[in-house]
Structure formats: C-alpha cells, structure tokens
C-alpha cells in the first residue's frame, strides 16, 4: 500500500491592497482609506523576484473586496498607474507570468466578464463561501451574503476555471450550517466539476475586532468538520487546512489532502500574527504521509487544459519542474 500524499505550494502573497467595503466583524486585513496599502508596482515586481529565486512557483493576489466603493480609494489607486484594481490586478498577474510565477487571485466578489477576463491571466482563482448561514459577523457586509458568493462559484464552473473555495470556522455558523454549506459546494461541483480544493480554516481571533473574545475551534471540532466533508464531498475535491493557523499534524488522519500556499518570502497578511512552517517543519506535519510540492492549478485540470493558451508554455515548465525534483514521471 502506498502512502498518502500530502500536498502543498510554494507561494508569494501579495495583497495588492487591504482597502475592503466589507465590515467583517472577526476581520483585522481591512484598513481606512487613508491607512490602506497600495502595493506599488515596483514592489510587486521586486516580491516577484525574490519568491523566483525561493523556487516560488505561486503569486497569491489578493485585495479588499470592491475597495473602489470606499470614498477616496481612488486618489491611492491612481498612484499605481491603472484606473481600476482589477486593471491593476490583471497587470500584475501579466508581471508574475512573466518572472515566471504562475498567478491565483482571489479578490473577492467578481461579475461573469470579470472572472472570464481575470481567467486569461490566471491558473486558478478562489473566493471562500464561509458560510451559507446568515451570520452577525457579516452583518454590514454586502459582499458575504452567501446567494452572491454561491453564483460567483457556479459562474467559475461555466467558465472552466480551476476554483479554490472553503468554510471558515468558528464565525458564529453550527453544524448543521456547515453541514448545509459543504452540501452547496458538492452540488455546484457536480455540475461543473471545477472545485479542486476547499478550505477548512478555523477563525483566529483578533485584538480591537466585535468578535476578538470568540471561542476558537479546538482540533477536534475541526477534525469532525473535515470528515464531515470527506463525507460529503466528491473524492476528486482535496481538503486543505492551514499548518500556520492549527497544529495540522493531529488534522492528517482526518483526511486532510493538502497544507496549502506556505511563503519563504511573504507573511500571512491575513493573520501576520501565525508565521508559515519550514518546509522541514511540513515533513514533520505530514508524519509518515509523503509530503509533494503542486502547482496551484492542479494535475487534472493541466490534462483537461482548463486554463488560458498563453499560459501552457508556463504551466507545462513548472508541471515539469516539480515533477523531476520530486522523481515522477
């Protein structure tokens, strides 16, 4: 019997900015206007550069969702050169191609024409449902509300293109609303067949947010929540929790599949308070499993050729990159 693989990427994560129109009660990312990061392009290029000679093979983008609705945004934007984040967002992915990282965005929620244009740029994108339960921590947060995310997922799936989604736990939903939520996800895969991971990531709280006396969720109400969704989801979907936000090791025998995006470069922005595992730290995690580099689009949908033409040159090198340093075929 071989043992199981456990899979991970090597990534960079670049928040281009932490500008939101969500209020998110558990949420610290978010900052006013006049505090908010813009990441310049000259830094985007020089992050790019340093995660290509970490042997990066990721450029996880990411930014606060619809920031031009926030008075003032704009004036911060123009600095950049490009009128709009997703221009600047489409730019950047064009720079990661280039230095030879392949491009994930998840930038909250996208229209039909915006994800098919992000598409051609892009291996992957990902939005995290959450939730499906109508919950207090969304409460001012138009962009949660779970029908709007639930069609951002289905229009992905008519689009073809590789998707990464998951809950988040421990945010005031129950378990039967998680329960409810995994059903959701398993019902769009089965129409469109393009969810390639969820995400099972426990809430952390954080100082000076509504929700930084939340209960977080112990290992074992995590564990039951994988098998859960083991239960529910189709074999073919991973399940990836985040070795920097919980002990993963007591998580393998869950049925975790995959540690997802671990930086030599960049910090968790998300939760810069949780610093990313060594990779000697992520063969300790995984235990007798055998830990494998991935790329962020994974092997079935680079053999089905779901991604843009322009980027098979890219993905074929990089596929074949890790498959000759990790000795398969």
């Not at 930014?63 to 009128?83: N, W």
């Not at 977080?216 to 991973?238: F, S, Y």
Request: charged content about 25%.
């Amino acid at each position: 019997m071989q043992p199981r693989e456990i899979t991970f990427t090597k990534n960079v994560f670049l928040p281009l900015t932490s500008v939101c129109h969500n209020r998110c009660g558990y949420c610290s990312f978010r900052t006013p206007v006049d505090e908010g990061c813009i990441m310049m392009p000259e830094e985007v290029e020089a992050v790019l550069v340093r995660g290509k000679e970490a042997g990066c093979t990721e450029a996880l983008f990411t930014f606060g969702e619809h920031p031009e609705e926030e008075p003032g945004f704009d004036t911060y934007l123009k600095k950049t050169g490009y009128e709009t984040i997703l221009d600047y967002c489409e730019a950047m992915c064009r720079v990661s191609i280039k230095h030879g990282i392949l491009p994930h965005t998840n930038a909250g929620i996208l229209t039909y024409d915006e994800l098919k244009r992000l598409r051609s740029v892009n291996a992957s994108i990902g939005l995290m449902l959450e939730t499906t339960a109508q919950i207090p921590a969304h409460h001012g947060s138009k962009g949660k509300d779970p029908i709007i995310r639930l069609a951002m997922i289905e229009d992905a799936g008519k689009l073809k293109i590789p998707f990464t989604t998951g809950l988040l736990l421990g945010i005031g939903e129950t378990v039967p609303d998680r329960e409810a939520s995994l059903e959701a996800i398993a019902e769009i895969h089965r129409k469109y067949g393009h969810i390639q991971e969820i995400i099972l990531q426990n809430f952390c709280p954080k100082n000076n947010t509504p929700m930084a006396a939340f209960r977080v969720p112990d290992t074992m109400e995590i564990c039951e929540t994988i098998q859960m969704a083991r239960r529910i989801l189709p074999k073919e979907i991973a399940i990836q929790v985040a070795p920097n936000l919980i002990d993963a090791s007591r998580l393998i025998a869950c049925g975790v599949d995959d540690l997802g995006g671990i930086s030599p470069v960049t910090i968790d922005y998300v939760n810069p308070e949780h610093p990313w595992p060594a990779l000697e730290d992520l063969k300790k995690i995984v235990g007798d499993a055998t830990l494998r580099e991935r790329l962020c689009i994974y092997p079935r949908f680079i053999r089905m050729g779901w991604y843009d033409p322009g980027l098979q040159p890219l993905i074929n090198r990089l596929d074949q990159d890790i498959r000759t340093k990790s000795g398969q075929p």
